[in-house]
């Protein structure tokens, strides 16, 4: 971080006339050259001091002047191994220049905030793409107990859940408050099988599911023996007919791991307190053998794992669990609470999983800037939540356009192009209130909030729910039972229409983006296109109607530009302008191809 977040007049002046001194380059593979450039003055002679977390010392570099009044450049060789090499400038008078960022937050979003800090270029490994596979899925978060009854729901696991007898819920009740992991409702493995019709015409492609393994808690967050399914869900022939019967519909399943803390009453955990010289006792940190411990966050609930030589050969040796689930033909991995173990860790975790199943897909969830994770030697996305807290942000009318822009261009900025399309980007999720209900009960404003996830590059994740008007203004009020003699029609119908028509759109579901309008009074847009298939995706927070001035450019976008959302008539072209009129809280996706 920046010592002295002094700007140079020169600096302070760009940054007020809406010019920012120095723009980072993007993410860049290892051992290539960037330039460097900076508009300072002309006389104060600048220096760029690196910092790279992975050595001990940091280095400087004098610049150059530049062939304008005021400018300054370098060119420098970027490292040999993956790093986020962070950086600032220091000025002949002392003063420091520094990236203004917006402040995201990381638990809860933040808005109007900033803080000044080093640059960084996210430095990657280019031969270690995200899975092809990846670019252009829809994912659906699945919280099984809560999804979909199925059978003969006559799989009971425990009757307690730690000090608490466990209770079983009518499908229409709300969650019980205050939360205490015990209230069931009865959702398993069979029932998602059978709404398997209603996933394939809602247009998802891929099934994420929080955990499955046996537990004593709905959430299932701590397992008591990862090589058993939880027997409330079912058994492990509903989980094969589950996967096989989503790869005949084109769909695949990803599965939640929890490596960082099991339960108490697991059978690890009960075999480490009873005998010292079990092989797991090893595997947790007692401070006190048998009844102080380190819990998650301080759960005693939840014991953590230590990062010992068996622990992680539990988890991804030659037979581990991360394997031997993949081998049922699940698509890969979303790791629990990623930040909470080493990056040596998940590095290796990588290594032994991609070894054996070179096509799994593996997200990590980070809250915050988890640029560090997207290098190509550890993750190939994260759960987007800085995606997340902008878009939906925006759509609230907490963010302006430009402070959407700014944030967005940041994102892509931070992340290798590849990772970039395979982020998991949300709008919420089983961890967060509603989106909807962060909305206010605003459906429109949802609608808008899903449009723009659904037009912008990344796998877009809709929370199972969102799509039938689900509310909940916590985590576990979130995790309410899907209202399948109930849902919103309209929001439901939205929403099919949107993922197939991205799903449709080489642009929309493969394309690359570049913004296309910023508006102060409410307007904000982007172009994807993919060859000559270009989208012009468009967004209004306002409470008005705005007309929208959009130039496209000499490339030819002459002829029809029609919203695949059905919402807009036709726009008109003239003089190389884009007219039309957005609605207050509305958006389109206008279409257009060269080859028509």
Partial sequence: MLKNEALSRAAARALRDGKQPHVPPPASPISTWVRLELEAGDEVDPEVVFTDPKREHGWRVALEKGS???????????????????????????????????????????FGVWQEQDFQI??????????????????????????????????????????????????SQPPEHPPKGRDFYGGNLRGVIEKL???????????????????????????????????????????RELIQKCRDRGMRVLLDGV????????????????????????????????????????????????????????????????????FYGTAGWRTDVTPWMTDEFWRRFRRAVRRDYPEAYLVAEDWGNASQRLLGDC????????????????????????????RLETLRRDTPPNHFHAQLNLIDSHDTPRALSTLGGDKQRLRLAAAIQLAYPGVPMIYSGDEAGVEGTYAEDSRRSFPWKDPDGSLLDFYRQAIHARQASKALSLGEVATAWIDERGAYGFFRQAGEE???????????????????????????????????????????????????????????????
């Fill in 68 to 110: 304008e009044p005021g400018t300054w450049w370098t060119e420098i060789l970027l490292p040999r191994e993956p790093t986020l090499l962070r950086y600032h400038f220091e000025l002949a008078d002392g003063s420091l220049i520094g990236e203004r960022r917006q402040k995201e937050g990381i638990e809860r979003p933040l």
């Fill in 122 to 171: 996210a430095v990657y490994l280019p031969e270690n793409p995200p899975p092809a596979w990846v670019r252009g899925q829809v994912f659906y978060q699945i919280f099984p107990d809560r999804f979909a009854r199925g059978g003969n729901p006559d799989h009971r696991g425990k009757t307690r859940c730690y000090e608490y007898e466990t209770i079983e819920l009518d499908w």
């Fill in 197 to 239: 019709d209603y996933l394939e015409d809602l247009g998802v492609t891929c099934l994420y599911f929080t955990p499955i393994f046996a537990s004593p808690t709905n959430h299932r967050y701590d397992a008591l023996d990862y090589t058993k399914l939880d027997p409330r869900l079912g058994t492990e022939e509903d989980l």
């Fill in 259 to 326: 490596f960082n803390h099991c339960s108490s009453e697991s059978v690890y955990f009960n075999s480490a307190r009873a005998d010292r010289r079990s092989p797991y006792y090893r595997w947790f940190d007692f401070k006190r053998w048998p009844d102080e411990w380190t819990g998650w966050v301080g759960v005693k609930t939840m014991p953590e794992f230590v990062e010992c030589p068996e622990v992680e050969d539990f988890f991804f040796g030659e037979r581990g669990i991360a394997q031997y689930w993949l």
């Fill in 379 to 406: 993750f190939d996305a994260t759960m987007n939540y800085r995606f997340a807290y902008s878009v939906v942000g925006f759509a609230g009318g907490k963010l302006t356009p430009a402070e959407l822009d700014d």
């Fill in 534 to 596: 270009v989208v012009l995706a468009l967004f209004n927070n306002g409470d008005s109607p705005l007309e929208v001035l959009v130039p496209i450019g000499e490339q030819g976008y002459q002829g029809d530009w029609v919203d695949l959302l059905g919402g807009l008539p036709e726009a008109t072209i003239s003089e190389g302008l884009l007219r039309t009129t957005l609605p207050a809280k509305g958006f389109a996706w206008y279409y257009h191809d060269n080859n028509r």
